[in-house]
């Protein structure tokens, strides 16, 4: 199905992932996610060194990427988030308790920001495919 325009095939992956038309929508919520996960780290104490393989995470939450997501595949958009708790070593964050609330507020930060990403782009499609049926478009 084409609703969009697009020349591929409008999986729901497609339209969440790969869809040009919400590419800048993406765009802007990695990098508001990236400036904010950075802040976080920022005011733990972790290293700039330390932080960039949880700041990569972060830049490719949105889109398909063999290092950050498991599958290879991108699956915010059903909620779901890559474990980070690999990412913070104990070396980084001694403290187990610090490190699992910096953990789980980051988690917190990345699944939130997926909801609120899937559910505009969700939204917009909703919107498109109404005016559509009421032959507004």
């Known amino acids: 199905m084409r609703r969009l325009g697009c020349s591929a095939v409008e999986s729901m992956h497609h ?33 700039v ?30 909620g779901q988030i890559p474990s980070i708790r690999d990412l913070f070593t104990a070396t980084m964050i001694p403290g187990v308790v610090k490190r699992r ?15 609120r990403l899937a559910g505009r782009i969700f939204g917009s499609i909703q919107r498109t495919m109404a005016a559509r049926v009421a032959g507004a478009v």
């Not at 969440?16 to 104490?45: P, Q």
């Not at 060194?49 to 958009?77: C, E, N």
């Open 15 to 47: 339209i969440f992932v790969d869809c040009i038309h919400f590419a800048v929508w993406r765009s802007d919520a990695a990098s508001e996610l990236l400036a904010h996960t950075a802040l976080k780290l920022s005011e733990a104490e972790i290293s």
């Open 49 to 78: 060194d330390d932080q960039q393989g949880i700041l990569r995470a972060a830049k490719f939450l949105f889109i398909d990427d063999a290092v950050t997501w498991p599958l290879k595949i991108s699956q915010y958009y059903v």
């Open 101 to 115: 609330k910096l953990t789980s507020h980051i988690s917190a930060d990345w699944h939130t920001s997926s909801i």
